[in-house]
């Protein structure tokens, strides 16, 4: 199963791609798309938004997974992230790849064990988890780990998911 991992930011846009088979992750790439921070907001987002679409077309993922948005102590920057976040989670939406969302709390404890876990420890275990993701800004780093998260709840969401099948079955007999 291939994995994109998506940290949006009007500014920069961190991607991650890995491929999940059975419990073994493997780092398939990962960058980030710029938006020029001259020019006005609507053509930013189509910036990022063509970006990503771009980037999902080139490397077809099954699923997407995308960092939820944090609420900042600036109004206006927090707008601007869900706009940038919009523009972002529009691209698969759009191609018709599912979209799971996560909070960044909830990726940093699924990385790293901690949920208020710094920039660095992830971008460590981020490395550590995948071999072949080094020398990662923390855009990226940030966005692999969106991934990581999604790969283990997929995992233990389906397997969950038929152990209660399973005990609804035994239940109806």
Not at 60 to 67: K, S
Request: hydrophobic content about 45%; glycine content about 10%.
């Amino acid at each position: 199963m291939r994995l994109i991992g998506l940290d949006p930011g009007l500014r920069n846009t961190g991607w991650g791609v890995i491929e999940a088979v059975g419990t073994r992750l493997i780092h398939v790439a990962n960058g980030v798309v710029r938006s020029d921070s001259a020019a006005d907001i609507a053509s930013r987002l189509l910036q990022l938004n063509r970006g990503v679409a771009d980037i999902l077309e080139r490397f077809a993922p099954d699923e997407a997974a995308i960092e939820e948005t944090f609420v900042n102590k600036n109004p206006e920057s927090t707008l601007k992230l869900g706009l940038a976040r919009g523009a972002v989670i529009l691209a698969p939406a759009s191609l018709g790849i599912p979209v799971t969302e996560y909070a960044p709390n909830r990726v940093k404890k699924a990385v790293v064990g901690a949920g208020h876990a710094a920039k660095e420890q992830v971008q460590m275990m981020v490395s550590t988890l995948l071999p072949g993701s080094n020398a990662i800004g923390p855009d990226a780093a940030d966005a692999l780990a969106v991934a990581i998260c999604h790969a283990h709840f997929r995992q233990t969401g389906s397997a969950y998911e038929k152990a209660l099948l399973m005990a609804q079955a035994a239940g109806a007999r």
